[in-house]
């Protein structure tokens, strides 16, 4: 009988915030770039990065991620202090900066690593999770929400260039304002 080797990629993500205080959340909306953006504007999110999560390939690139193949999402990880910025915040930003009804896709990214996702670390985080969802399915009357809601796996930092994309000014160098509290419409550009 031959021995199947575990899967790293399949494991929770078992990173831990840099203060014991912090919390992780990861979320999935679409494109990161723009998503930790908004994110990074937050008061109460002190790191944002980019990555991939929820797939079964140890180890993926961006290149991989995009043929669909590793059933990895692009996820931004955003470390917070609940005490500044509660969960609850992080989710309703979460519902304001997609469509939860698209299935594997956000306006023209398609594929299975643009789908709609929150990825929880705790109890707590999955609760509220389901709550907002919930909550959200209200508003949106008959069109369905396709969010899934799973506990966080690996989190598999993205490529450098990824990083604060948006803030470093893309490949144009139109930086945008990453500064807390900040309101300025985020563009998206590759």
Not at 51 to 73: I, M
Not at 84 to 102: G, I, K
Not at 158 to 175: D, F, I, S, T, V
């Amino acid at each position: 009988m031959a021995c199947i080797a575990p899967n790293p990629a399949l494991d929770p993500d078992l990173d831990q915030p840099d203060n014991p205080a912090h919390e992780f959340a990861q979320f999935g909306a679409g494109c990161f770039w723009g998503v930790e953006l908004a994110f990074q504007r937050v008061f109460g999110v002190l790191k944002t990065e980019v990555g991939y999560s929820q797939g079964h390939v140890h180890d993926p690139n961006y290149k991989l991620v995009c043929t669909g193949a590793t059933n990895h999402v692009e996820v931004v990880r955003v470390q917070f202090d609940p005490e500044v910025c509660p969960y609850t915040n992080l989710l309703s930003l979460f519902w304001s900066r997609h469509d939860p009804t698209t299935f594997n896709r956000q306006g023209g990214d398609v594929g299975s690593q643009y789908r709609s996702g929150i990825y929880y670390y705790n109890e707590k985080q999955a609760r509220l999770a389901q709550e907002s969802k919930e909550s959200k399915q209200l508003e949106m009357k008959d069109k369905k929400i396709v969010t899934e809601i799973l506990p966080a796996k690996r989190f598999y930092r993205a490529e450098e260039y990824h990083q604060q994309y948006l803030e470093n000014g893309g490949r144009n160098g139109a930086k945008q304002s990453a500064e807390k509290g900040c309101s300025d419409p985020i563009r998206c550009y590759g």
